[in-house]
């Protein structure tokens, strides 16, 4: 595939070094506006789609698409409909959270599955979000809501409440501040009863999130620490409400994220 760089700004004259930093920034800007318009419910954009979304003209949005299409960064079918291209998630695929992490806590994702044939989910904080870099769904499991790289609230999620427990301070408060999404009657939404949750979770070593998200669903999740200590992931199960309490899961999930904190460690 021919690699094509991103056009920086008129090429009629030559540009000082102060001219192409100011152009280039903008331009760059305008195709991350594009590929921002894609997300999990539009998944497939016309080139007047995409120019709505993204809020730049359609002649714009036209001479980009082209230039992302030849990197690859975009796919357009025979209809005309343009898509994420393959290359984008080859090049996302290389960050270092990502990759390495996910790496490491395969293997026991993969036991965790097989042990228990339910939901199992890695996940990162990324600011005041949670980024789910590994999801293996059972075969008999209750439908969730995440995907893999996909993005959640922190406070209704188990690996949400494990990720915010163990967050800084400044990353609480502001999280805390809100506005916090409700998904369910039973979900947190008070900065009381959210301190409550998370001061359990430092205690316990594990977030149990019952019915927060899906009135069917329990997750209970653990901290995965890295070689100084710090938690840089969690991970969880997912199970029926109902089925199993969380006493009884909180074990299993805990020596699985013991086990991914040692692989981890031990990388070079």
């Known amino acids: 595939m021919p690699v094509t760089s991103l ?3 008129r090429a009629d004259r030559p540009a000082g070094r102060g001219e192409r930093a100011e152009r280039t920034g903008p331009v760059v800007a305008r195709a991350l506006q594009i590929l921002a318009a894609f997300t999990p419910d539009r998944r497939s954009l016309t080139l007047s789609e995409m120019s709505r979304h993204s809020g730049l003209p359609v002649s714009t949005v036209h001479r980009l698409a082209a230039e992302l ?6 796919e357009r079918d025979p209809s005309g409909c343009y898509h994420i291209g393959l290359r984008l998630w080859e090049i996302g695929s290389l960050a270092p959270r990502g990759l390495g992490l996910r790496e490491a806590a395969l293997p026991f994702l993969e036991d965790l599955s097989q042990v228990t044939r339910e939901n199992v989910q890695l996940a990162v904080r990324e600011g005041t979000e949670v980024v789910f870099v590994e999801r293996i769904a059972g075969s008999k499991a209750v439908p969730v809501l995440t995907r893999v790289g ?4 922190l406070t209704a999620t188990g690996v949400g409440l494990v990720l915010l427990a163990y967050a800084p ?3 609480q408060e502001q999280v805390l501040a809100g506005p916090v999404t409700r998904y369910t009657e039973r ?3 008070t900065p009381h009863e959210l301190r409550a949750a998370l001061a359990g979770t430092r205690a316990r070593g594990y977030a149990v999130s019952d019915r927060q998200v899906t009135m069917d669903a329990l997750s209970v999740a653990a901290p995965i620490h890295d070689a100084d200590g710090d938690v840089v992931a969690a991970v969880s199960l997912v199970v029926h409400h109902g089925s199993v309490t969380p006493s009884a899961l909180a074990p299993l999930v805990r020596t699985s994220a013991r086990a991914i904190s040692r692989a981890l460690t031990a990388r070079p």
């Not at 996909?150 to 609230?153: E, N, Q, T, W, Y």
């Open 69 to 74: 299409v030849a990197w690859g960064a975009l």
């Open 150 to 153: 996909g993005r959640f609230a």
């Open 187 to 189: 979900t947190l939404t």
């Open 7 to 9: 056009p920086t700004g």
């Open 169 to 171: 301070a400044e990353v």
